[in-house]
Protein backbone atom coordinates (compact mmCIF):
# COMPACT_ATOMS: atom_id res chain seq x y z
CA UNK A 1 0.00 0.00 0.00
CA UNK A 2 3.07 2.27 -0.19
CA UNK A 3 2.31 3.40 -3.62
CA UNK A 4 -1.09 4.09 -3.41
CA UNK A 5 -0.30 5.85 -0.21
CA UNK A 6 2.40 8.23 -1.91
CA UNK A 7 0.55 9.05 -5.03
CA UNK A 8 -2.38 10.52 -2.61
CA UNK A 9 -0.05 12.35 -0.91
CA UNK A 10 1.40 13.68 -3.84
CA UNK A 11 -1.85 14.31 -5.40
CA UNK A 12 -3.23 15.81 -2.37
CA UNK A 13 -0.41 18.64 -2.22
CA UNK A 14 -1.37 18.85 -6.20
CA UNK A 15 -5.01 19.59 -5.90
CA UNK A 16 -4.59 21.71 -2.61
CA UNK A 17 -1.45 24.19 -2.61
CA UNK A 18 -3.69 27.10 -3.81
CA UNK A 19 -6.37 26.40 -1.28
CA UNK A 20 -4.08 25.95 1.61
CA UNK A 21 -2.51 29.06 1.07
CA UNK A 22 -5.96 31.07 0.77
CA UNK A 23 -7.70 32.89 3.42
CA UNK A 24 -4.16 33.83 5.26
CA UNK A 25 -3.84 37.34 6.87
CA UNK A 26 -0.41 38.13 5.16
CA UNK A 27 1.42 41.37 6.06
CA UNK A 28 0.09 42.66 2.49
CA UNK A 29 -3.76 41.05 3.54
CA UNK A 30 -5.51 38.16 3.33
CA UNK A 31 -4.46 36.56 0.28
CA UNK A 32 -6.56 34.64 -2.62
CA UNK A 33 -4.76 32.33 -5.04
CA UNK A 34 -6.11 31.34 -8.20
CA UNK A 35 -10.17 32.01 -8.73
CA UNK A 36 -10.80 32.26 -4.98
CA UNK A 37 -10.95 35.92 -5.25
CA UNK A 38 -14.53 34.97 -6.28
CA UNK A 39 -15.52 31.58 -6.10
CA UNK A 40 -13.91 31.17 -2.44
CA UNK A 41 -15.05 34.21 -1.15
CA UNK A 42 -18.93 33.18 -2.23
CA UNK A 43 -19.08 30.51 -0.35
CA UNK A 44 -17.35 32.25 3.01
CA UNK A 45 -20.24 34.86 2.37
CA UNK A 46 -22.75 32.10 1.63
CA UNK A 47 -21.26 30.26 5.25
CA UNK A 48 -22.11 33.21 7.06
CA UNK A 49 -25.63 33.69 6.14
CA UNK A 50 -26.32 29.69 6.71
CA UNK A 51 -25.38 30.35 10.27
CA UNK A 52 -28.02 32.67 10.45
CA UNK A 53 -30.97 30.87 8.74
CA UNK A 54 -31.45 27.73 6.75
CA UNK A 55 -32.81 28.32 3.55
CA UNK A 56 -29.83 31.35 3.98
CA UNK A 57 -30.57 34.86 2.67
CA UNK A 58 -28.75 35.69 -0.74
CA UNK A 59 -25.88 37.24 0.59
CA UNK A 60 -25.53 39.93 -2.40
CA UNK A 61 -29.09 40.53 -3.01
CA UNK A 62 -30.47 40.85 0.48
CA UNK A 63 -33.48 40.35 1.66
CA UNK A 64 -34.25 37.83 -0.94
CA UNK A 65 -34.23 33.71 0.15
CA UNK A 66 -30.88 32.30 -1.42
CA UNK A 67 -32.33 29.75 -4.46
CA UNK A 68 -30.97 28.11 -7.65
CA UNK A 69 -27.93 27.05 -5.89
CA UNK A 70 -26.50 23.94 -4.28
CA UNK A 71 -25.65 24.85 -0.43
CA UNK A 72 -25.18 21.47 1.28
CA UNK A 73 -21.28 21.60 0.89
CA UNK A 74 -21.92 25.50 2.50
CA UNK A 75 -24.24 23.81 5.40
CA UNK A 76 -22.02 21.25 6.15
CA UNK A 77 -19.15 24.34 6.90
CA UNK A 78 -21.42 26.40 8.30
CA UNK A 79 -22.74 23.70 10.73
CA UNK A 80 -19.56 22.75 11.91
CA UNK A 81 -17.80 26.34 12.01
CA UNK A 82 -20.82 27.16 14.28
CA UNK A 83 -20.86 24.45 16.49
CA UNK A 84 -17.38 23.06 16.91
CA UNK A 85 -16.35 26.79 17.00
CA UNK A 86 -13.55 26.33 14.22
CA UNK A 87 -13.28 29.51 11.57
CA UNK A 88 -14.90 28.40 8.29
CA UNK A 89 -11.70 29.98 6.47
CA UNK A 90 -9.66 27.03 7.96
CA UNK A 91 -12.54 24.62 7.03
CA UNK A 92 -13.09 26.07 3.53
CA UNK A 93 -8.95 26.19 2.37
CA UNK A 94 -7.48 23.85 4.16
CA UNK A 95 -9.60 21.21 6.33
CA UNK A 96 -12.28 19.86 3.28
CA UNK A 97 -9.61 20.00 0.86
CA UNK A 98 -7.13 17.70 2.48
CA UNK A 99 -10.42 15.04 2.71
CA UNK A 100 -11.56 15.46 -0.19
CA UNK A 101 -8.83 14.92 -1.49
CA UNK A 102 -7.50 12.07 0.38
CA UNK A 103 -11.31 10.54 0.35
CA UNK A 104 -10.93 10.90 -3.80
CA UNK A 105 -7.58 8.46 -3.65
CA UNK A 106 -9.36 6.06 -2.04
CA UNK A 107 -12.31 5.66 -3.32
CA UNK A 108 -10.53 5.67 -6.42
CA UNK A 109 -8.03 2.71 -5.47
CA UNK A 110 -11.32 0.64 -4.20
CA UNK A 111 -13.33 1.14 -7.06
CA UNK A 112 -10.31 0.18 -9.55
CA UNK A 113 -10.00 -2.75 -7.33
CA UNK A 114 -13.77 -3.85 -7.73
CA UNK A 115 -13.82 -3.17 -11.67
CA UNK A 116 -10.50 -4.15 -12.63
CA UNK A 117 -9.13 -6.47 -9.86
CA UNK A 118 -5.48 -5.32 -10.60
CA UNK A 119 -3.29 -3.32 -7.91
CA UNK A 120 -1.48 -1.85 -10.89
CA UNK A 121 -4.61 -1.08 -12.18
CA UNK A 122 -5.74 0.62 -9.25
CA UNK A 123 -2.53 2.40 -8.83
CA UNK A 124 -2.86 4.16 -12.39
CA UNK A 125 -6.32 5.33 -11.74
CA UNK A 126 -5.47 7.00 -8.68
CA UNK A 127 -2.46 8.49 -10.86
CA UNK A 128 -4.57 10.03 -13.39
CA UNK A 129 -7.55 10.83 -11.07
CA UNK A 130 -4.83 13.34 -9.62
CA UNK A 131 -2.58 14.53 -12.47
CA UNK A 132 -5.01 13.41 -15.29
CA UNK A 133 -4.63 16.66 -17.45
CA UNK A 134 -6.06 17.94 -21.18
CA UNK A 135 -3.65 18.48 -24.51
CA UNK A 136 -3.70 21.95 -23.76
CA UNK A 137 -0.10 22.10 -24.24
CA UNK A 138 -0.19 21.14 -27.62
CA UNK A 139 -2.25 23.95 -27.91
CA UNK A 140 0.22 26.59 -26.53
CA UNK A 141 3.22 24.57 -28.27
CA UNK A 142 1.72 25.59 -31.79
CA UNK A 143 1.05 29.04 -30.40
CA UNK A 144 4.64 29.33 -29.33
CA UNK A 145 3.62 30.04 -25.69
CA UNK A 146 4.33 28.54 -22.49
CA UNK A 147 3.33 25.35 -21.79
CA UNK A 148 0.08 25.16 -20.11
CA UNK A 149 -3.61 25.36 -21.43
CA UNK A 150 -5.19 23.10 -18.59
CA UNK A 151 -8.80 24.26 -19.82
CA UNK A 152 -8.02 25.47 -23.92
CA UNK A 153 -10.77 22.72 -24.52
CA UNK A 154 -12.82 24.16 -21.86
CA UNK A 155 -12.75 21.69 -18.85
CA UNK A 156 -10.99 22.28 -16.10
CA UNK A 157 -8.86 19.33 -14.91
CA UNK A 158 -8.12 17.47 -11.39
CA UNK A 159 -5.83 19.94 -10.57
CA UNK A 160 -7.98 22.31 -9.81
CA UNK A 161 -11.01 20.22 -8.02
CA UNK A 162 -10.74 21.46 -5.09
CA UNK A 163 -11.24 25.27 -6.27
CA UNK A 164 -14.83 24.06 -7.13
CA UNK A 165 -15.19 22.39 -3.49
CA UNK A 166 -19.08 21.03 -4.50
CA UNK A 167 -17.84 19.13 -7.31
CA UNK A 168 -15.21 17.86 -5.31
CA UNK A 169 -17.79 17.01 -2.59
CA UNK A 170 -20.14 15.42 -5.09
CA UNK A 171 -17.78 13.20 -6.79
CA UNK A 172 -16.55 11.80 -3.69
CA UNK A 173 -20.12 11.17 -2.72
CA UNK A 174 -20.70 9.35 -6.07
CA UNK A 175 -17.45 7.26 -5.63
CA UNK A 176 -18.16 5.49 -2.69
CA UNK A 177 -22.23 5.59 -3.75
CA UNK A 178 -20.84 3.34 -7.05
CA UNK A 179 -19.12 1.37 -4.42
CA UNK A 180 -21.93 0.82 -2.35
CA UNK A 181 -24.04 0.33 -5.45
CA UNK A 182 -22.38 -2.78 -5.91
CA UNK A 183 -22.12 -4.06 -2.89
CA UNK A 184 -26.38 -3.71 -2.74
CA UNK A 185 -26.11 -5.53 -6.11
CA UNK A 186 -24.33 -8.58 -4.87
CA UNK A 187 -26.69 -8.55 -1.88
CA UNK A 188 -29.32 -6.23 -1.21
CA UNK A 189 -30.52 -4.96 2.12
CA UNK A 190 -32.80 -2.81 3.36
CA UNK A 191 -30.04 -0.67 4.96
CA UNK A 192 -28.01 -0.63 2.22
CA UNK A 193 -30.69 0.89 -0.11
CA UNK A 194 -31.43 3.58 2.40
CA UNK A 195 -28.09 4.39 2.16
CA UNK A 196 -27.22 4.49 -1.25
CA UNK A 197 -30.78 6.07 -1.69
CA UNK A 198 -29.70 9.13 0.93
CA UNK A 199 -26.54 9.78 -1.31
CA UNK A 200 -27.81 9.18 -4.91
CA UNK A 201 -30.52 11.96 -3.33
CA UNK A 202 -28.83 14.30 -1.62
CA UNK A 203 -26.01 14.78 -4.74
CA UNK A 204 -28.49 17.33 -5.84
CA UNK A 205 -27.85 19.78 -2.89
CA UNK A 206 -23.97 19.28 -3.01
CA UNK A 207 -23.95 19.73 -6.80
CA UNK A 208 -26.96 19.72 -9.09
CA UNK A 209 -24.89 18.90 -12.45
CA UNK A 210 -23.63 15.54 -10.05
CA UNK A 211 -27.44 14.73 -8.73
CA UNK A 212 -28.89 15.03 -12.40
CA UNK A 213 -26.46 12.30 -13.84
CA UNK A 214 -26.70 9.99 -11.20
CA UNK A 215 -30.42 9.80 -11.09
CA UNK A 216 -30.80 9.32 -14.75
CA UNK A 217 -28.39 6.70 -14.96
CA UNK A 218 -29.73 4.77 -11.52
CA UNK A 219 -33.51 5.09 -13.53
CA UNK A 220 -31.83 3.36 -16.71
CA UNK A 221 -30.10 0.62 -14.76
CA UNK A 222 -33.43 0.03 -12.53
CA UNK A 223 -34.98 -0.04 -16.17
CA UNK A 224 -32.12 -2.78 -17.22
CA UNK A 225 -32.71 -4.87 -14.27
CA UNK A 226 -36.47 -5.10 -14.07
CA UNK A 227 -37.01 -5.48 -18.12
CA UNK A 228 -33.76 -7.87 -18.56
CA UNK A 229 -33.06 -9.38 -15.31
CA UNK A 230 -36.18 -9.58 -14.51
CA UNK A 231 -35.26 -8.20 -10.74
CA UNK A 232 -37.01 -5.14 -8.67
CA UNK A 233 -34.44 -4.65 -6.02
CA UNK A 234 -33.22 -1.70 -7.51
CA UNK A 235 -36.80 0.29 -7.67
CA UNK A 236 -37.33 1.02 -4.04
CA UNK A 237 -33.66 2.60 -4.08
CA UNK A 238 -34.67 4.52 -7.24
CA UNK A 239 -38.53 6.01 -5.79
CA UNK A 240 -36.18 7.17 -2.66
CA UNK A 241 -33.43 8.46 -4.29
CA UNK A 242 -35.98 10.59 -6.52
CA UNK A 243 -38.35 11.67 -3.91
CA UNK A 244 -35.42 12.79 -1.69
CA UNK A 245 -34.19 14.65 -5.30
CA UNK A 246 -37.07 16.35 -5.93
CA UNK A 247 -37.44 17.93 -2.28
CA UNK A 248 -34.09 19.22 -2.28
CA UNK A 249 -34.85 20.44 -6.24
CA UNK A 250 -38.01 22.32 -5.18
CA UNK A 251 -36.75 23.65 -2.10
CA UNK A 252 -33.65 25.10 -3.82
CA UNK A 253 -35.00 25.79 -7.17
CA UNK A 254 -36.94 28.54 -8.03
CA UNK A 255 -37.20 28.84 -11.92
CA UNK A 256 -34.07 26.52 -12.22
CA UNK A 257 -35.28 24.58 -16.03
CA UNK A 258 -35.30 28.35 -16.98
CA UNK A 259 -31.49 28.49 -16.39
CA UNK A 260 -31.28 26.01 -19.19
CA UNK A 261 -31.01 26.77 -22.18
CA UNK A 262 -30.71 24.35 -25.74
CA UNK A 263 -27.82 25.56 -28.00
CA UNK A 264 -26.18 22.52 -29.28
CA UNK A 265 -22.59 22.38 -29.59
CA UNK A 266 -21.92 25.92 -28.26
CA UNK A 267 -19.02 24.53 -26.28
CA UNK A 268 -17.66 23.21 -29.64
CA UNK A 269 -18.27 25.98 -31.59
CA UNK A 270 -16.04 28.65 -29.20
CA UNK A 271 -13.74 26.19 -28.17
CA UNK A 272 -12.65 26.36 -31.76
CA UNK A 273 -13.66 30.17 -32.07
CA UNK A 274 -12.08 31.82 -29.14
CA UNK A 275 -8.27 32.68 -29.42
CA UNK A 276 -7.82 32.05 -25.54
CA UNK A 277 -8.82 28.50 -25.95
CA UNK A 278 -8.51 26.43 -29.24
CA UNK A 279 -8.84 29.11 -31.91
CA UNK A 280 -8.62 28.02 -35.15
CA UNK A 281 -9.74 30.90 -37.38
CA UNK A 282 -10.17 28.87 -40.67
CA UNK A 283 -12.45 26.17 -39.16
CA UNK A 284 -14.47 29.05 -37.66
CA UNK A 285 -14.45 30.75 -41.48
CA UNK A 286 -15.35 27.43 -43.14
CA UNK A 287 -18.59 26.58 -40.63
CA UNK A 288 -20.05 30.20 -41.19
CA UNK A 289 -19.43 29.48 -45.48
CA UNK A 290 -20.99 25.99 -44.83
CA UNK A 291 -23.62 27.27 -42.97
CA UNK A 292 -24.33 30.31 -45.39
CA UNK A 293 -24.16 28.01 -48.21
CA UNK A 294 -25.95 25.48 -47.31
CA UNK A 295 -23.41 22.67 -47.40
CA UNK A 296 -24.73 20.00 -45.30
CA UNK A 297 -22.22 17.08 -45.39
CA UNK A 298 -19.27 20.03 -45.32
CA UNK A 299 -20.87 21.82 -42.28
CA UNK A 300 -21.20 18.21 -40.46
CA UNK A 301 -17.75 17.66 -41.43
CA UNK A 302 -16.51 20.34 -39.67
CA UNK A 303 -18.48 20.23 -36.82
CA UNK A 304 -17.34 16.47 -36.69
CA UNK A 305 -13.76 17.38 -36.59
CA UNK A 306 -14.42 20.07 -33.51
CA UNK A 307 -16.23 17.12 -31.66
CA UNK A 308 -13.26 15.35 -31.98
CA UNK A 309 -10.94 18.05 -30.96
CA UNK A 310 -13.05 18.50 -28.05
CA UNK A 311 -13.08 15.07 -26.45
CA UNK A 312 -9.41 14.25 -27.20
CA UNK A 313 -8.12 17.56 -26.54
CA UNK A 314 -9.61 17.51 -23.07
CA UNK A 315 -9.35 13.82 -22.16
CA UNK A 316 -5.04 13.71 -22.84
CA UNK A 317 -4.02 10.73 -22.48
CA UNK A 318 -7.00 9.64 -21.18
CA UNK A 319 -8.11 8.67 -24.33
CA UNK A 320 -6.11 5.59 -23.92
CA UNK A 321 -9.23 4.45 -21.91
CA UNK A 322 -10.35 3.05 -25.42
CA UNK A 323 -8.27 0.26 -25.44
CA UNK A 324 -9.31 -0.09 -21.43
CA UNK A 325 -12.96 -1.19 -22.24
CA UNK A 326 -13.96 -4.58 -22.66
CA UNK A 327 -17.04 -6.01 -24.66
CA UNK A 328 -17.38 -8.45 -21.51
CA UNK A 329 -17.72 -4.85 -18.93
CA UNK A 330 -21.35 -4.43 -20.96
CA UNK A 331 -22.49 -7.47 -19.19
CA UNK A 332 -21.50 -6.47 -15.59
CA UNK A 333 -23.97 -3.86 -13.87
CA UNK A 334 -21.30 -2.07 -12.19
CA UNK A 335 -19.51 -0.95 -15.22
CA UNK A 336 -22.74 -0.61 -16.93
CA UNK A 337 -23.88 1.94 -14.56
CA UNK A 338 -20.65 3.77 -15.22
CA UNK A 339 -20.98 4.05 -18.81
CA UNK A 340 -24.36 5.44 -18.16
CA UNK A 341 -22.88 7.99 -15.57
CA UNK A 342 -20.62 8.86 -18.69
CA UNK A 343 -23.03 9.50 -21.03
CA UNK A 344 -24.98 11.16 -18.80
CA UNK A 345 -22.01 13.58 -18.49
CA UNK A 346 -21.74 14.12 -22.10
CA UNK A 347 -25.21 14.91 -23.52
CA UNK A 348 -25.94 17.76 -21.04
CA UNK A 349 -22.48 19.48 -22.34
CA UNK A 350 -23.10 18.85 -25.77
CA UNK A 351 -26.72 20.57 -25.89
CA UNK A 352 -27.17 23.01 -23.66
CA UNK A 353 -25.90 26.29 -21.98
CA UNK A 354 -26.31 27.85 -18.82
CA UNK A 355 -27.95 31.28 -18.32
CA UNK A 356 -25.22 34.12 -17.64
CA UNK A 357 -22.30 31.69 -18.10
CA UNK A 358 -23.07 29.65 -20.88
CA UNK A 359 -19.63 27.42 -20.39
CA UNK A 360 -20.82 26.74 -16.87
CA UNK A 361 -22.10 23.46 -18.79
CA UNK A 362 -18.82 21.74 -18.94
CA UNK A 363 -19.07 20.77 -15.47
CA UNK A 364 -21.17 18.27 -16.86
CA UNK A 365 -17.76 16.87 -18.53
CA UNK A 366 -16.03 16.78 -15.71
CA UNK A 367 -17.44 13.78 -14.09
CA UNK A 368 -16.70 12.14 -17.66
CA UNK A 369 -13.32 12.88 -17.14
CA UNK A 370 -12.92 11.32 -14.15
CA UNK A 371 -14.30 8.16 -15.23
CA UNK A 372 -12.38 7.99 -18.29
CA UNK A 373 -9.00 7.79 -16.18
CA UNK A 374 -10.10 4.12 -14.69
CA UNK A 375 -10.38 3.05 -18.13
CA UNK A 376 -7.43 4.46 -19.14
CA UNK A 377 -5.35 2.76 -16.50
CA UNK A 378 -6.93 -0.34 -17.30
CA UNK A 379 -5.78 0.32 -20.73
CA UNK A 380 -1.85 0.03 -19.19
CA UNK A 381 -2.48 -3.67 -19.37
CA UNK A 382 -1.71 -3.80 -23.52
CA UNK A 383 1.12 -1.51 -23.58
CA UNK A 384 4.79 -2.12 -23.52
CA UNK A 385 6.16 -0.41 -20.71
CA UNK A 386 8.28 2.76 -22.73
CA UNK A 387 4.66 3.67 -23.61
CA UNK A 388 3.43 3.06 -20.02
CA UNK A 389 6.27 5.45 -18.95
CA UNK A 390 6.02 8.16 -21.84
CA UNK A 391 1.98 8.47 -20.78
CA UNK A 392 2.66 8.98 -17.37
CA UNK A 393 5.14 11.63 -18.24
CA UNK A 394 3.26 13.64 -20.78
CA UNK A 395 0.34 13.43 -18.51
CA UNK A 396 0.40 16.04 -16.19
CA UNK A 397 2.18 18.55 -18.41
CA UNK A 398 -1.36 20.74 -18.72
CA UNK A 399 -1.73 21.36 -15.17
CA UNK A 400 1.91 21.48 -14.34
CA UNK A 401 1.43 25.53 -15.08
CA UNK A 402 -1.70 25.86 -12.88
CA UNK A 403 0.40 23.92 -9.90
CA UNK A 404 3.15 26.46 -10.69
CA UNK A 405 0.91 29.59 -10.83
CA UNK A 406 -0.50 28.69 -7.50
CA UNK A 407 2.91 28.43 -5.79
CA UNK A 408 3.89 32.31 -6.98
CA UNK A 409 4.90 34.30 -4.23
CA UNK A 410 1.87 36.97 -4.45
CA UNK A 411 -1.19 35.95 -4.94
CA UNK A 412 -3.61 37.68 -7.98
CA UNK A 413 -5.80 39.03 -5.38
CA UNK A 414 -6.02 39.90 -1.71
CA UNK A 415 -7.99 42.10 1.13
CA UNK A 416 -6.15 45.14 2.20
CA UNK A 417 -5.54 45.00 5.81
CA UNK A 418 -7.48 48.28 6.64
CA UNK A 419 -10.35 46.80 4.83
CA UNK A 420 -9.70 43.73 6.86
CA UNK A 421 -9.57 45.88 9.93
CA UNK A 422 -13.07 47.97 9.03
CA UNK A 423 -14.89 44.73 8.24
CA UNK A 424 -14.32 43.02 11.09
CA UNK A 425 -15.35 46.44 13.12
CA UNK A 426 -19.00 46.00 10.60
CA UNK A 427 -18.68 42.15 11.73
CA UNK A 428 -19.54 43.31 15.30
CA UNK A 429 -21.94 45.70 15.02
CA UNK A 430 -26.11 44.74 14.98
CA UNK A 431 -27.67 43.22 12.56
CA UNK A 432 -28.75 45.07 9.14
CA UNK A 433 -27.99 45.78 5.66
CA UNK A 434 -25.02 47.20 4.02
CA UNK A 435 -25.02 49.46 1.18
CA UNK A 436 -21.61 49.21 -1.39
CA UNK A 437 -20.02 50.97 -4.11
CA UNK A 438 -20.91 48.85 -7.58
CA UNK A 439 -17.89 47.44 -9.15
CA UNK A 440 -15.92 49.60 -11.31
CA UNK A 441 -14.26 47.64 -14.37
CA UNK A 442 -11.74 50.54 -14.98
CA UNK A 443 -10.37 50.01 -11.29
CA UNK A 444 -8.03 47.32 -12.41
CA UNK A 445 -6.09 49.48 -15.08
CA UNK A 446 -5.42 51.48 -11.83
CA UNK A 447 -3.59 48.87 -10.19
CA UNK A 448 -0.73 46.44 -10.51
CA UNK A 449 -0.86 42.57 -10.05
CA UNK A 450 -1.85 41.66 -7.32
CA UNK A 451 -5.03 43.46 -6.47
CA UNK A 452 -7.54 44.31 -3.83
CA UNK A 453 -10.67 42.07 -3.85
CA UNK A 454 -12.40 45.47 -4.60
CA UNK A 455 -10.46 45.75 -7.91
CA UNK A 456 -9.91 42.16 -8.51
CA UNK A 457 -13.98 41.18 -9.33
CA UNK A 458 -17.35 41.70 -8.80
CA UNK A 459 -17.29 39.41 -5.66
CA UNK A 460 -18.92 38.90 -2.30
CA UNK A 461 -16.00 39.82 0.04
CA UNK A 462 -17.69 43.03 2.24
CA UNK A 463 -20.61 40.17 3.21
CA UNK A 464 -17.86 37.27 3.48
CA UNK A 465 -16.12 39.53 6.22
CA UNK A 466 -18.73 41.37 7.71
CA UNK A 467 -20.79 38.70 8.19
CA UNK A 468 -24.33 40.77 6.83
CA UNK A 469 -26.18 40.81 3.11
CA UNK A 470 -25.20 43.32 0.78
CA UNK A 471 -27.70 45.63 -1.28
CA UNK A 472 -26.12 44.00 -4.30
CA UNK A 473 -22.86 42.36 -4.63
CA UNK A 474 -20.99 39.87 -6.99
CA UNK A 475 -23.36 40.32 -10.47
CA UNK A 476 -21.87 37.79 -11.84
CA UNK A 477 -23.40 35.65 -8.93
CA UNK A 478 -26.78 36.50 -9.28
CA UNK A 479 -26.92 36.26 -13.14
CA UNK A 480 -26.18 32.65 -12.25
CA UNK A 481 -28.80 32.75 -9.99
CA UNK A 482 -31.20 34.42 -12.60
CA UNK A 483 -32.10 37.09 -9.32
CA UNK A 484 -33.67 40.36 -10.72
CA UNK A 485 -30.38 42.02 -10.25
CA UNK A 486 -30.22 45.18 -12.59
CA UNK A 487 -32.80 47.13 -10.90
CA UNK A 488 -30.32 47.26 -7.86
CA UNK A 489 -27.33 47.75 -9.76
CA UNK A 490 -28.44 51.17 -11.38
CA UNK A 491 -29.73 52.31 -7.82
CA UNK A 492 -26.84 51.89 -6.27
CA UNK A 493 -24.80 53.22 -9.16
CA UNK A 494 -27.49 56.18 -9.27
CA UNK A 495 -26.54 56.86 -4.95
CA UNK A 496 -22.71 57.22 -5.32
CA UNK A 497 -23.24 59.59 -8.14
CA UNK A 498 -27.22 61.20 -7.24
CA UNK A 499 -26.63 65.10 -6.12
CA UNK A 500 -30.81 64.95 -5.16
CA UNK A 501 -30.48 64.29 -1.27
CA UNK A 502 -34.15 63.57 -0.93
CA UNK A 503 -34.08 60.99 -3.62
CA UNK A 504 -30.65 59.24 -1.76
CA UNK A 505 -32.15 59.67 1.53
CA UNK A 506 -35.32 57.98 0.85
CA UNK A 507 -33.68 55.11 -1.14
CA UNK A 508 -31.53 54.93 1.94
CA UNK A 509 -35.29 54.07 3.70
CA UNK A 510 -37.02 52.48 1.16
CA UNK A 511 -34.19 49.63 0.54
CA UNK A 512 -33.80 49.13 3.99
CA UNK A 513 -29.67 50.34 3.95
CA UNK A 514 -28.61 50.35 7.55
CA UNK A 515 -25.20 50.41 6.83
CA UNK A 516 -22.59 52.17 3.92
CA UNK A 517 -19.61 50.68 3.37
CA UNK A 518 -16.90 52.56 1.06
CA UNK A 519 -13.15 51.96 0.09
CA UNK A 520 -11.74 55.58 -0.10
CA UNK A 521 -11.39 54.61 -3.87
CA UNK A 522 -14.74 56.38 -3.86
CA UNK A 523 -16.09 59.08 -2.84
CA UNK A 524 -19.83 60.32 -1.35
CA UNK A 525 -21.53 62.88 -4.27
CA UNK A 526 -22.41 65.13 -1.44
CA UNK A 527 -20.86 66.36 1.85
CA UNK A 528 -21.04 63.39 4.37
CA UNK A 529 -23.49 65.37 6.98
CA UNK A 530 -25.99 66.14 4.03
CA UNK A 531 -26.85 62.52 4.34
CA UNK A 532 -29.05 60.78 7.19
CA UNK A 533 -26.22 58.66 8.12
CA UNK A 534 -23.34 58.84 10.94
CA UNK A 535 -20.03 57.90 10.35
CA UNK A 536 -18.63 55.46 12.57
CA UNK A 537 -15.68 54.03 11.48
CA UNK A 538 -12.95 55.41 9.68
CA UNK A 539 -8.73 54.20 8.96
CA UNK A 540 -6.38 54.45 5.91
CA UNK A 541 -8.56 52.32 3.38
CA UNK A 542 -12.57 52.59 4.35
CA UNK A 543 -15.45 54.17 5.85
CA UNK A 544 -18.17 53.02 7.73
CA UNK A 545 -21.59 54.72 8.09
CA UNK A 546 -24.70 53.72 9.72
CA UNK A 547 -27.82 55.56 8.14
CA UNK A 548 -29.64 57.03 10.60
Not at 17 to 32: A, K, P, Q
Not at 412 to 422: D, I, K, N, R, V
Request: no cysteine.
Amino acid sequence: MIFPAVIIFLGTTFQGVGMFRSGLLYDYGVGYFGPLARDGVWHEALVNQLKLAIPPQNPGFAGQTLSNYHYLYDLVIATLSRFLNINSSFLIYRFFPVIFSVLLGIGTYLLAQRLFKSNKVSILAVFFAYFGSSFGWIVSLFKGEPLAGESAFWANQPVSMNLNPPYAASLVILIFAILLLDLFLKKPSIVKGVILSLGVGLLVGFKAYAGAIALTALSLLTLKKIFFDKNFSLLPVFIFSSIIFIGIYLSIGKGAAGLIGFQPLWLINTMIDAGDRVGIPDFTAKRFAYLGGRKWFNFAVIELIGLVIFFVGNLGTRVVGLWGISKKFFKDDLHLFIFLLMAASVVPALLFVQKGNPWNVIQFFYYFLFFAGLYAANSFRRFAFPLMVAIILITPISSIATFRSLLYPNPPAYLPPGEYQALNFLKLQAPGTILKHTYDTSLRNKYNDPYPLFAYADNAYVSAYSGKPVFIEDAEQQIILNTNYKDRVGEATRFFVEKDLSWSNQFLKDAGIRYIYLPKIYYLPMAESEYSMTKIFENEDANIYRVR
